[in-house]
């Protein structure tokens, strides 16, 4: 499962992030649909592989559990449309971003508290004869599970999104590929939710910023790429947290990418951001904010 629900602020937690916490707690989260106890799983910093939950053993979701359905909703997406099953799950589009205030969470030595991990789960609650409500589509408090519905559900890249600066307010026009058209390098006037698939080059970090080459660019009449698009995490502010955490989902998401590619199969490794195109060089994007940049794998289809 790729986030859980902390059992103590019952907020939603995305597996990365536990990659950015000083300690996890292995017995504090349960699943987000039916409150069964999941545990977090390779989340060490120093394991690169991403994180995720997963149930006990010999234990299974409970009762009609969200979590359940929403596996066979990303399924039946790829194919068609899903709409009426996402307008009324809580998680597998989320309808807005919402940022919310770091100044508690960027402090580990704080005790936890609601401002800490994230959004707030909008639970089905039930009622006094039992029934139950449809949640509706939970707000995100980070740019993944959003770019995760992007790729999931190509068939519903019509539904609304509401990203605080960006004047497009639907996943199909939100979001922008880098490098699309043969197009060279371009200049972008609007704000968008920005993604091209990472270069095989390696990360590069220094103290002030953590650079990222995009396999993505102006491409020369033999097929090279002789400009390329470059990711500049500007880190000079963060903890070695959230340093943590951004470093090794890239390179996470660069190692998956070259397995995907080398086993032949369709998916490719996307870096996604919401950064500012540099003034000086416009093949570098600027992003200062953790919550505004994932990586991830998948097919992206049309
Ligand atoms: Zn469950």
């Not at 980070?142 to 605080?164: E, H, V």
């Not at 080059?201 to 097929?223: M, P």
């Not at 989902?249 to 998916?267: A, F, L, Q, T, W």
Request: glycine share 6%; proline share 5%.
């Amino acid at each position: 499962m790729e986030s859980a629900r902390d059992k103590n602020t019952k907020e939603i937690v995305e597996a990365e992030d536990l990659w950015m916490l000083p300690h996890v707690d292995r017995d504090g989260y349960e699943c987000s649909g039916c409150e069964q106890p999941v545990y977090p799983a390779s989340y060490l910093k120093t394991n690169l592989k991403r994180p995720h939950f997963s149930l006990f053993p010999k234990t299974d979701h409970l009762g009609d559990c969200d979590v359940d359905g929403e596996r066979k909703t990303v399924d039946s997406g790829r194919k068609g449309s899903v709409r009426n099953e996402l307008e009324t799950s809580p998680g597998l589009s989320p309808s807005r971003l919402i940022l919310k205030d770091e100044r508690i969470a960027v402090d580990p030595t704080l005790p936890k508290s609601s401002a800490q991990t994230g959004s707030k789960s909008t639970t089905r609650t039930n009622s006094n004869d039992g029934a139950t409500r449809p949640a509706g589509r939970r707000p995100s408090n980070t740019i993944r599970p959003i770019c995760r519905a992007f790729i999931n559900f190509p068939f519903d890249r019509n539904m609304s999104l509401d990203i605080p600066g960006i004047e497009d307010k639907t996943y199909l026009t939100a979001f922008k590929k880098l490098g699309a058209a043969n197009a060279g390098i371009e200049h972008f006037s609007r704000s968008k939710v920005f993604y091209a698939e990472v270069a095989w080059a390696k990360t590069q970090a220094t103290d002030d910023s953590l650079v990222i080459q995009l396999s993505a660019g102006e491409w020369n009449a033999e097929r090279q790429l002789v400009r390329k698009y470059m990711l500049r995490i500007c880190w000079s502010q963060w903890s070695n947290y959230k340093r943590t955490k951004v470093q090794n989902e890239m390179e996470v998401v660069r190692e998956e990418g070259i397995k995907e590619k080398k086993s032949k199969s369709k998916k490719r490794a996307y870096v996604f951001f919401i950064g500012e195109q540099d003034e000086q060089d416009p093949t570098y994007f600027n992003v200062t904010d953790h919550r505004l940049i994932c990586g991830l794998v998948g097919e992206l289809s049309w």
